[in-house]
């Protein structure tokens, strides 16, 4: 992995994914009717380009931070620190760079444990505590995940 202050690419191509991805997830196409029909809004007809703009800056600072953590993944070796109780969950997504050295692998396993370890538990207390709409948590939670998955992507292929 290179530098952050090299990393223009990687971390815009990462937001890209991460947009083109949700924008396909949400789209008619895919899940976009079923979340309006479980969360009881309707299409919008009105300029998103506020929206889109918003949605830019976040995906940016998500694809900077998962940058970050990749690069720092890919330099510890964190098998074997997770061996009792819920850390085996966690053992999934640990990369031995010992033993590997794959970049993307390495990527994907970092999105998932950013997935598994704080983007779920986050969306989920959002819907045990709030709305209670256990299908909106899938599509999201889902949604969440290819996402992040795709920006994983990009940052191990454009590095």
Known sequence: MMPIHQAYVPILGAAAAEMLVG????SDYAFGPLKRKVTG????????????AMHTIVAIVKATALFVLISMMQKACT???????????FSLFSYDTAKHNNTM?????????????FLLPARAAC????????????IVAGGQLAMTLAM?????WLS
């Open 23 to 26: 924008y396909l997830w949400y």
């Open 41 to 52: 809004t309707t299409k919008k007809k009105t300029d998103i380009s506020k929206e889109i």
């Open 79 to 89: 098998t074997g620190y997770f061996q009792e109780g819920f850390g085996k969950i």
């Open 105 to 117: 692998m390495c990527a994907l396993k970092t999105a998932g444990f950013v997935w598994l370890g």
């Open 127 to 138: 819907t045990i505590w709030g709305e209670k709409n256990w299908m909106k948590l899938l």
């Open 152 to 156: 994983a992507v990009a940052i191990a």
